[in-house]
């Protein structure tokens, strides 16, 4: 049903000449990396300029065609993780407003695009009907499975061409994963989220705050081959402005989870989602390496699934805590990085 109000210095000393250009290479990777390494790292790309999308349909429903599709649509789509062979299922869910109005009873059009196949188009698995809550639940046939990779999901509102994109891990053997809280962490608070979805109440269009070069640490992990998991305690209702929001701070590709719920989770509620989550990602073979939070709930997460305290980093107030390993900066944080 809908929902409301869901509400340093540069490490030890060295000589003045590998100092000088050690500082030169760090000043240019603080703010774009290297052109080689950007070129290494994918974006959020929905490939819509290879997408040809099928006429509107029209929604069956007067009251979806008339009233509901004349606000702006909040769909989202979930992100998931499968190892091969197991059975494959796409979960979305379809809103319209800033009071997030269910889309009920309406056909949408469900399509995947191979991220790992350089010869790739757009295939069609199949459509659902969304329930009384907004959702669809699709399972994929048992010939149409998908292959061992990343794959893009495209889920298509028949009615009026609208559209959510999400992504699905396919597991074939281990896979390397670095995770990122999102609020206070990339994000320069935990207010910052609540902000940006307050302004959609007065067309304010209002983009929560990065911390300066954060999303150039996360490039440095994708650089190297890593997995992105953005991870975070938002309710489902902010799936897709989680999503833009990564889009518009130029983020890396990653898997986004965020919370079934339609609260905020903090505290030890946070702490215990975050840990389930990845316990059921680490069954399935993803490892992680390095967590990136800003309070003990965090770090309480990455350390039960077997991140070393060493590689769980913290940011803000609460910086260092739990025996993590503080952030200042990310601009100095990145340039550590870069000495490794």
């Not at 997995?227 to 983020?251: F, V």
């Not at 003990?296 to 070393?308: H, I, P």
């Amino acid at each position: 049903m809908s929902s409301f109000f869901k509400s340093r210095k540069i490490l030890s000393t060295i000589s003045a000449g590998v100092f000088l250009s050690s500082v030169i290479y760090i000043n240019v990777l603080a703010t774009t990396l290297t052109t080689e390494t950007n070129l290494e790292v994918k974006r959020f790309d929905f490939k819509n300029e290879k997408f040809i999308a099928p006429m509107k349909t029209n929604f069956l429903s007067w009251i979806n065609q008339c009233i509901i599709s004349t606000h702006t649509p909040h769909h989202n789509g979930y992100d998931m993780v499968y190892k091969i062979g197991e059975i494959q299922v796409i979960e979305g869910k379809f809103q319209y407003g800033d009071f997030r109005k269910d889309l009920e009873n309406e056909g949408v059009s469900i399509y995947e695009y191979s991220l790992d196949n350089s010869n790739a188009t757009w295939k069609k698995l199949g459509r659902s009907i969304t329930d009384s809550d907004g959702r669809i639940k699709y399972d994929i046939p048992s010939n149409m499975m998908l292959s061992a990779g990343l794959h893009l999901i495209k889920l298509y509102v028949e009615g009026d061409g609208t559209e959510t994109n999400m992504y699905i891990q396919v597991l074939d053997s281990k896979k390397k994963y670095v995770v990122f809280d999102l609020d206070g962490t990339l994000t320069t608070s935990d207010f910052e989220n609540i902000a940006q979805y307050a302004s959609e109440f007065f067309n304010a269009n209002y983009i929560a705050k990065m911390y300066t070069n954060a999303n150039n640490v996360v490039d440095y992990y994708a650089s190297k081959g890593y997995g992105i998991l953005y991870l975070s305690a938002r309710p489902y209702w902010l799936s897709e402005e989680s999503q833009s929001w990564c889009i518009n701070k130029n983020m890396p590709m990653g898997l986004l989870h965020v919370s079934a719920g339609s609260e905020i989770l903090t505290g030890q509620p946070a702490a215990i989602f975050k840990t389930e989550y990845l316990n059921q990602l680490k069954a399935k073979g993803i490892e992680f390496c390095y967590g990136y939070g800003n309070t003990s709930t965090d770090v309480q997460a990455y350390e039960n699934v077997g991140v070393d305290k060493k590689n769980i980093f913290t940011i803000g107030e609460e910086a260092g805590v739990a025996a993590s390993t503080p952030i200042d900066t990310y601009t100095n944080h990145l340039a550590r990085l870069s000495l490794r």
